[in-house]
């Protein structure tokens, strides 16, 4: 590169997880249709062989071993062409700390058919330094850390982290989390940046995060600034999951000049290639200044409804039955299912009690007729109905005569009944006869304390905006309006109807009753406890609520003192709802459906949490007890 | 210890994960009970305050504090005593990588109000050295691993890791995975040998697994005889989650002298204390030879009441419903609750279809019966037939009448239906209407391929057998009835009917027919995937099958020649059942209950999985197109 350009593509592919045959095929594809236009440097993301949210598969061998066949075929593809990718790096010789097969998280650069690797290190591959073990990730469950090889190897882990000198470049090749080195002892980018290098590649398995692309900017494009060194930025698309937590990934592969501005093509979540010639002059300037706005719901609905379309294809769903109450989050489900499905692929179910006001049942009619998609009514009376008349009031014996007892389901036991039968009975039976599956339409403030009901409205294949706040929600029905379908087609009574789950006269919406929570102030309260880096806890609340300034920590609009008149009022609701989040709600989660995740600290897989007894604290025990005096 | 004898005590107490207030009180009060008895050195198991699996706690600061404050009061109570204690230790000063606050699983040593450290390390504590990432353990996730902070300190390990010298004595203080060192870059107990040693402590958190203590007894014993130094191992006992899976600690504390025997006196899950009076030459033998039998299903069960038992108080669940069918698993349940319940709080519901026998419902009057329990029956026949009546053949149509549709529910849908009528809709009510929960008796088998019903028989509070292969789940039958009711509560005919879910006539238990598992092969072929360290893959099962050595592999009584009389039958039965393993039964252990762990790989936290495309392998597909020719 210091003496001609370079034309370096970047393959912003889809990764299959655990497809290592498909995924080869497509970068063989990818690397033929490179040398045919000239490309000097095809980079794929992180892992694109095995991918990377794949569970305990790194404990197979076979798995293993396919993997690395698949290496094979691309060093074998690489005649006149450099091509960097990630895969997994095996050591067959050495072992990890569970006693399994050593196992690298690597970048391998082929060329004219030879891996190479840092000269001065042990194997032809890089191996990521910075190994994350937060939020979603586990890396340091499979893959062995560089700082643990270099004390095995007695060596200075400047010996391992090096440039990749090869056709006459020295290529400073990282993965993913090197580049993120603020909270580590190790920077390889600082350790990388002692030898000339001409580039910079960071391969990447990311997945789509709220606001993460203009973190990323900021960071990375400092990072290229730093270097001197212009910095290429490849990152997959598609959806992986860990089980609970189901993620996309957007892309957003770039490439960055030594100024810290940037170039890209590709929009979010699309499969596809960059195509660039670096300039010659490694500090020429060739991008434009990286705008820093924040991701808003506008990403959000790209990420959830690329994320949904996907995993309906990963589960083979073709039709959606989705459980329509007239209120705000199944519409927006159902809306956000429309932009997904053909209208005879659809079909949403009211499914009322006694309960249920005319003007919810007529809400999700509209809806469906906006939708142009199946719609039926089904009454959940006689099935209610039947249950109660067959458990109320059961005489339960031992066989011997001498136990004997009646049995008594309560109002709040048949609000249960209710939700189950709903969802198990009903919905369950009326999607598996449509061909389908069925949603779970809970959101992330009914998630966060449990505010549903097991076997009932908390089912479902997918729970699709279990991510979103109730503020999210309203917001997200807004854009599916106005941005996407560009008509009315969730009723604007939904975003003003009273909400309710309807399940009993205290709940009645026409009379503008509902739901204990107060969604301006206890979305937050709930964001403060789960999604803040250090999170806040009932210490943290009431220290701040007796200060006054509770309401500007949280970034509540409303005034505290006009909700809660006394500290004991105020402490009642605080107690009720973490009393809930950190017990009941626990349980539920544990049984709930996959979550798709679009923020941080999604719950599942990146929010772990064990059944308790539920901790206030030794603080919060004196702040309460002063207060209440 | 080199002049007089030491008076030692281990304290296995039960520790309340999240419950530092809790867990101090008791450490208080066994501290001050060890000064009465003049105890030289009182040692607790590692977390002993805060607990171990406690989910991601660890990010809340205010816990910290608590669980500092609570280190404080212990240190306070030391004078004229050495308490030895797991805590975690923080450094405010510094960071973890995830850029919250340092963290270490460290290892206290109290004495005259005091915390002595390794003289020249940073810390007054002890830093576990081996953090595992492995089966259920996230170490990694929270704590600083002693080898990153070497680097970030410019050390060598030996500087960091040294014996602490308090009061005369030379203690080597290590924790839990730090004598597990054979497959790590680094072993604590050789630089710690180094040093002058007069007793080495292992403070563990280490949960109960089939056959660990055995593995540990040999382990432990070789390094008393390495070191030439009488090793303490204290653990605790009680019950802890990290959500999805629920792990029972049963102790079994000891000492082992410098000959690599052992003393103990306290049963396995017994919270209490050992006391015992090292000889002053530390050389001297004081054990009797570690016995070396395999746990079997005495130990399961102890571990499974146990579990139960801790289970239902942490969920202050004290009454419980258990849906019997007549066949062993729910008999098996029952059993098992009815050790732990009075009669009056068991209930046992069994709901049959027009599918029943009349044989399983007799056998189900039985053994509740037997139990002298409550006993229901409950038909379903009139919440299938409604399910069907409403749902099938319904008309569904778009608002508009553009689209019309009707709804056909398949015989294989009417067996869902029936599932979830009993969980969902019978079950559930009862239960709460009975004031308590109900259980998932679903077995590991079962668990494992996802023979089971959604919102069915996967529902449930606790999945108390699922870590039970079909044959254990026989094994603890025959222990119940023979060794703990010495009675037959559980009937003969429950252990030789044939296993079936009677949905259909395909499944009538009168006519020999049931499930499509042949559980002596099947049983031992889903372990081979399961628990086995190297997990086999239809790769492995194909070859060894091909090779005739398949039934010797994975221990299978019987000739599978003459089970599958073609390679096609073998391969289809190996395909069907590793495409459920991977496919669907991974979305339905998702929304399974917890599980109560007692082997290797238990379903949820310790086996993590991802929903993906079923991945068989090339070599695989090799091998299987040359078994078809």
């Known amino acids: 590169m210091k003496t001609r350009g370079i034309r370096l593509r970047l393959a912003q592919m889809e990764v299959i997880p655990a497809d290592p045959a498909a995924n080869t095929a497509r970068m063989l594809d990818l690397i033929e249709a490179a040398k045919k236009d000239r490309v000097v440097l095809i980079a794929f993301p992180e892992m694109a062989i095995p991918g990377y949210l794949i569970g305990d598969m790194w404990e197979r061998e076979a798995f293993l071993r396919d993997c690395q066949a698949a290496g094979e075929q691309i060093r074998k593809a690489s005649k006149g062409i450099l091509v960097v990718f990630g895969n997994v790096g095996v050591d067959w010789k050495r072992k990890n700390e569970d006693g399994r097969v050593r196992k690298y998280n690597a970048c391998f650069v082929a060329h004219n058919k030879a891996f190479h690797g840092p000269s001065k290190g042990p194997y032809p591959f890089v191996i990521k330094t910075l190994l994350p073990n937060y939020r979603e990730f586990d890396d340091s469950r499979h893959f062995c850390d560089v700082r643990k090889l270099a004390i095995e190897e007695g060596k200075k882990m400047e010996a391992l982290i090096a440039p990749v000198s090869v056709n006459g470049l020295s290529l400073g090749c990282i993965l993913c989390e090197d580049a993120w080195d603020m909270d580590y002892g190790v920077s390889p980018l600082t350790i990388l940046g002692k030898h000339p290098l001409d580039l910079?590649?960071?391969?990447?398995?990311?997945?789509?995060?709220?606001?993460?692309?203009?973190?990323?900017?900021?960071?990375?494009?400092?990072?290229?600034?730093?270097?001197?060194?212009?910095?290429?930025?490849?990152?997959?698309?598609?959806?992986?999951?860990?089980?609970?937590?189901?993620?996309?990934?957007?892309?957003?592969?770039?490439?960055?000049?030594?100024?810290?501005?940037?170039?890209?093509?590709?929009?979010?979540?699309?499969?596809?290639?960059?195509?660039?010639?670096?300039?010659?002059?490694?500090?020429?300037?060739?991008?434009?200044?990286?705008?820093?706005?924040?991701?808003?719901?506008?990403?959000?609905?790209?990420?959830?409804?690329?994320?949904?379309?996907?995993?309906?294809?990963?589960?083979?769903?073709?039709?959606?039955?989705?459980?329509?109450?007239?209120?705000?989050?199944?519409a927006v489900v159902a809306a956000l299912y429309g932009t997904l499905l053909k209208p005879e692929n659809l079909l949403l179910v009211n499914m009322p009690s006694r309960f249920n006001s005319s003007t919810t049942i007529a809400l999700s009619r509209t809806l469906a007729a906006n939708l142009g998609c199946f719609y039926t009514e089904l009454s959940i009376e006689a099935g209610v109905r039947l249950t109660a008349a067959q458990v109320d009031r059961l005489d339960i014996r031992s066989p011997d005569g001498r136990l004997r007892k009646s049995l008594k389901l309560t109002e709040f036991m048949k609000e249960n009944v209710q939700a189950r039968d709903r969802s198990a009975r009903v919905l369950a039976a009326v999607a598996s006869a449509f061909g389908g599956v069925f949603t779970c339409n809970g959101n992330k403030s009914e998630t966060t304390v449990g505010y549903v009901t097991f076997y009932g409205d908390l089912a479902g294949y997918l729970a699709t905006i279990a991510d979103l706040w109730k503020w999210e929600v309203y917001a997200l029905g807004h854009h599916l309006n106005d941005h996407v379908y560009r008509k009315t087609v969730i009723p604007d009574a939904c975003f003003t109807l009273t909400p309710s789950a309807e399940l009993s006269p205290a709940q009645a919406v026409d009379e503008g009753k509902g739901d204990p929570l107060h969604y301006p102030?206890?979305?937050?309260l709930f964001a403060s406890w789960v999604e803040w880096w250090n999170r806040a806890t009932p210490e943290d609340i009431l220290t701040w609520f007796l200060a006054g300034t509770l309401e500007s920590k949280i970034g509540y609009a409303g005034n505290l003192r006009s909700l809660f008149p006394t500290n004991a009022a105020f402490i009642a609701d605080l107690e009720r709802w973490w009393t809930l989040y950190q017990g009941m709600a626990v349980a539920k989660r544990i049984q709930a459906p996959p979550v798709l995740a679009v923020k941080r600290r999604a719950f599942g897989f990146d929010h772990r949490e064990a059944q308790t007894k539920v901790w206030f604290g030794r603080r919060y025990e004196e702040l309460k007890r002063k207060a209440m005096e």
Chains 1, 2 share one sequence.
């Open 521 to 524: 102030y206890h979305d937050r």
């Open 200 to 330: 910079v590649l960071n391969i990447s398995c990311s997945p789509f995060t709220l606001n993460k692309n203009h973190k990323r900017n900021q960071v990375f494009s400092r990072h290229a600034v730093t270097l001197k060194t212009p910095l290429a930025y490849v990152n997959n698309v598609g959806l992986q999951n860990n089980g609970k937590t189901v993620y996309t990934f957007d892309g957003a592969s770039c490439v960055y000049d030594s100024h810290g501005n940037e170039v890209t093509d590709l929009a979010p979540f699309e499969d596809g290639v960059i195509t660039f010639d670096l300039p010659t002059d490694k500090k020429a300037p060739f991008g434009r200044p990286v705008t820093l706005t924040e991701d808003g719901i506008t990403e959000i609905y790209q990420a959830l409804r690329y994320g949904t379309g996907k995993f309906m294809r990963l589960c083979g769903a073709t039709k959606v039955a989705v459980g329509v109450s007239g209120g705000i989050d199944s």
